[in-house]
């Protein structure tokens, strides 16, 4: 079905709003998200899996800055790592107003397999139109997001438009394995701060009749990795009844695993994912024996929607109680469960109050766009507004992507992304100040 986005006429618009906004048009957010898309990419690929090599932003980043630059930003690259340069844009003020950080990532999930990419040719990295959507790896997530905050600062700037408080437009490395070398870097290596942040990440929404927008997410739900093991005893194919299959007691487990709950207590906004768990990974049974049954199996299980006030103690006594209960009710069962190696724990966010900036000012101009209030929610998936937040900013996550677009054949809507690109400048304009 068609998107439907209901743009309001922009009235009432400042003789600075107009000219800033009629210089965000639907061919220039295609262009810009065309030429970002493949911008150092395969290299940007960045699996989560802590077992698996990190990403080389290296060429988006270069790409990025030329962009910033031409603007008239001055630009650097704060690095914890050789490849992964991030991307710091600063643009100064006249004085007298706040300082706002428009940020995003430069990395993107791997595209897997290319020729499940139907919609593109069976190339990811080929940004394809079909109607209102532009499909492509990053289009969502999130190179068509970072379109719009480069188009909003561009409008700006070829507006004539002067600023009173400073601007910083912010991309980071890392950000698919939440941040080490990208937001933790920047925020406790390198002292970056502002008054306001503004993550522009997925939190789109279309409604079965086609009607579509975007929510501000206020707060985050968190994540972590844990590894499960199940032991058993080998034995010959022909007599599976006098050993212990380790994989079918791991099938077992992971039923009674997928299935549990969380100590935690309820966040006052609500992800649309309640503390829970997902399964990623099962492995069971050793190359060239076939002959027997395996003796051991290994498991990654990640625990989602994670809430304030969870904690990997936590998270791992409420693992450890199943697999206690499991065992009690079959005694060939033997199994162990620790934080995956090298993995983080993501801590979910206490809620912006939103009823102040940069809530309040987002949400002022969503509805000149868009005639209507955006919703309020808390945001599922990791995203850098969680280190922001942790350390207390005042950090928020908005932008045109698809809250839960698919992995393959991933897709931005253009409509919403115009749209999003128009509130974003507005809210620059409002927060930051313009000279009149």
């Not at 439907?4 to 922009?10: A, F, G, K, M």
């Not at 999130?142 to 002067?162: D, M, S």
């Not at 206690?324 to 109050?353: C, H, I, N």
């Amino acid at each position: 079905m068609q998107t439907t986005v209901d743009v309001i006429e922009q009235d009432g618009l400042t003789e600075i709003e107009r000219l800033v906004l009629d210089r965000i048009t639907e061919k220039a957010w295609l262009d810009l998200t065309c030429e970002l898309v493949p911008a150092g990419q395969p290299e940007a690929e960045n699996p989560l899996d802590p077992d698996e090599a990190p990403a080389r932003e290296e060429g988006a980043a270069l790409f990025i800055a030329g962009k910033l630059q031409e603007m008239g930003f001055a630009v650097t690259f704060p690095t914890k790592r050789a490849g992964r340069p991030n991307v710091v844009g600063i643009l100064e003020g006249t004085g007298g107003g706040p300082s706002l950080i428009l940020n995003d990532h430069l990395d993107t999930y791997p595209a897997g397999d290319w020729n499940a990419w139907t919609m593109t040719g069976g190339h990811p990295f080929r940004p394809t139109r079909h109607g209102d959507r532009l499909y492509a790896r990053g289009t969502s997530d999130t190179r068509g997001n970072l379109a719009c905050t480069l188009l909003a600062a561009r409008a700006i700037r070829e507006a004539g438009v002067k600023l009173r408080g400073t601007l910083k437009c912010v991309y980071t490395a890392d950000e698919e394995k939440n941040g080490p070398d990208g937001s933790i870097f920047l925020l406790d290596e390198c002292g970056l701060d502002a008054d306001y942040t503004i993550v522009c990440e997925p939190t789109g929404w279309t409604k079965p009749d086609g009607r579509s927008g975007m929510g501000i997410a206020v707060a985050n739900g968190g994540n972590f990795l844990v590894e499960i093991e199940t032991h058993g005893v080998k034995t010959h194919i022909w007599r599976p009844d006098t050993g212990v299959n380790a994989v079918a007691k791991m099938v077992r487990l992971l039923t009674a695993l997928e299935t549990m709950t969380f100590t935690h207590t309820p966040a006052r906004i609500a992800g649309g994912t309640r503390p829970m768990t997902a399964l990623v990974r099962v492995q069971g049974g050793v190359k060239r024996e076939m002959q027997f049954t395996p003796d051991i199996a290994r498991a990654v299980i990640a625990v989602v929607g994670i809430l304030p006030g969870m904690t990997p103690d936590s998270v791992m006594a409420d693992v450890q109680a199943v697999i206690a209960a499991e065992t009690a009710s079959d005694p060939e069962l033997k199994a162990t469960a620790r934080p995956y190696p090298g993995a983080l724990f993501v801590d979910g966010t206490l809620e912006q109050d939103e009823n102040m900036n940069p809530t309040a000012s987002l949400g002022r101009a969503y509805k000149r766009i868009y005639g209507e209030a955006p919703a309020i929610y808390r945001k599922n998936a990791f995203n850098d507004t969680i280190r922001f937040a942790e350390r207390g900013r005042a950090a928020i996550t908005f932008g045109p992507g698809e809250d839960g677009w698919p992995p393959i054949n991933e897709y931005i809507h253009i409509g919403k992304s115009v749209a999003a690109t128009k509130i974003l400048a507005l809210t620059v304009l409002d927060l930051v100040g313009a000279v009149a």
